[in-house]
């Protein structure tokens, strides 16, 4: 088979895999005529310019989103960032994982016992957006425009057009503001208050700051975790042995979503922008030139993952980089994680079997986000 030298069409999305390899293997480095991009595919390279923040920006990660995100470099980054940490701990996650195991068994609890099933309008949509609207505090008489706003502003909203998103995005962003004055007088431990309150430095967020990073929030973890938990069902629908497997000894659920996200990551690919030259593999990658590092590709790099293409459970070397790597790591990991593991700890003591339905099943028409914008299974008592 030739080479394929092309990064956006509709096969990458179907089977991204096979041309990812013969990147890797005879050209790490190559210029998207379309684009004018830089492709790195191995997982060594990938790597290394993750880490190397001082040559590579992530200013290009935020050009899309005209927000106050974390997509800025240092030292901005590093202060924003300390405002999410001071969120996300540990404690907080602890907090709310009786919350989440609660949502999750209540979801699973109401797919219908026999039939098809299309587990992401069911289960792994949902979850994400009640957990984090959770969090947020965000009341329950507005759950409903909340995940109405939420998916148009990841795009997922079949049919929306870019003025309706526009204003999906305006109207939530209302919704936002009215609320900073309320959580500002009376805070609690959501974390709406914990971003309205925080300083900097002695100083708080501007008003436009707390709006765009609880919408960085949401946009981050909702459809990600979506198809974190799609790609792992839709492996296990394939794997019936692994099924039992994982019911026999639920303390492998760990294994099984660190072992999807390596084999299919939700994330593909991140950007970053040359701040000088940079010469790699013969290639020169000029100053402002775009890069694009293929996790979804370095994930299975040979010289790093023993027999790359198989699924297994029992893995000893080799590190995943579907989170991200160094200080844009992803800061919703342990939560996506968490609320894999009680998703599938609910559905594993549910269901015997699970199987394919026949309903519909499509994967998301996007080169960035790998996951099932529908997925029909089956589960047996
Ligand atoms: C399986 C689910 C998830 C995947 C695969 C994922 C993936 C990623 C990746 C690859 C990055 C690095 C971006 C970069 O280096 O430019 C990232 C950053 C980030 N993620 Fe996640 N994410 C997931 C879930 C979540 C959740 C649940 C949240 C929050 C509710 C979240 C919030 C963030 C934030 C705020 C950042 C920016 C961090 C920074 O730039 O310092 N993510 N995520």
């Known amino acids: 088979m030739a080479d394929v030298l092309t990064f956006f069409d509709d096969a990458q ?25 830089w492709v790195i595919s191995r ?3 990938v790597l290394d310019i993750l880490k190397d923040h001082q040559r590579f920006s992530s200013a290009a990660m935020g050009a899309a989103l005209p927000l106050p995100t974390l997509t800025d470099d240092p030292p901005r980054h590093t202060q924003m960032r300390s405002i999410v940490n001071k969120a996300f701990t540990t404690a907080m996650l602890k907090s709310i994982e009786p919350d989440i195991a609660t949502i999750a068994n209540d979801l699973v609890r109401a797919l219908p016992d026999d039939g098809d099933v299309d587990v992401v309008e069911r289960l792994t949509t949902p979850l994400p957006v009640t957990v984090i609207s959770r969090m947020m505090g965000i009341p329950e008489s507005r759950k409903a425009d909340f995940k109405r706003w939420s998916d148009a502003l990841t795009g997922t909203l079949a049919g929306s057009t870019p003025a309706a998103r526009q204003a999906e ?3 939530m962003a209302q919704f936002f503001r009215e609320l900073i004055p309320e959580r500002k007088k009376h805070p609690s431990s959501d974390l709406f208050s914990a971003v309205a309150n925080a300083e900097v430095d002695g100083v708080g967020l501007s008003e436009w700051e707390i709006i765009g990073f609880n919408i960085l929030l949401l946009i981050a973890g909702n459809e990600t975790t ?5 790609n792992l069902l839709n492996v296990l629908a394939d794997r019936p042995d692994l099924w039992q497997r994982l019911r026999r ?3 492998l659920i760990d294994a099984a979503i660190e072992e999807t996200l390596r084999f299919d990551s939700p994330v593909q690919f991140l950007m970053r922008e040359a701040k000088e030259d940079v010469d790699l593999h013969g290639a020169r990658i000029a100053a402002r030139e775009s890069v694009i590092v293929v996790m979804g590709s370095a994930n299975r790099d040979a010289s790093v993952f023993d027999a790359p293409d198989e699924y297994l459970l029992d893995r000893t070397r080799g590190r995943h980089l579907s989170f991200g790597y160094g200080i844009h790591f992803c800061i919703g990991a342990p939560l996506a994680r968490i609320e894999a593991r009680l998703a599938m700890r609910a559905l594993l003591s549910r269901s015997q079997h699970v199987a394919r339905g026949n309903g519909r099943t499509q994967r998301v028409g996007s080169h960035l986000l790998r996951g099932f914008e529908a997925l029909s299974l089956q589960f047996n008592e």
């Open 43 to 45: 997982h060594e390279d």
């Open 226 to 230: 979506t198809n974190l938990l799609g």
């Open 249 to 251: 000894e639920p303390e």
């Open 169 to 171: 995005l305006m109207e």
């Open 13 to 37: 999305i179907r089977d991204p895999y096979p041309r990812y390899e013969q990147w890797r293997t005879r050209h790490p480095v190559w210029r998207d005529r379309d684009s004018g991009r």
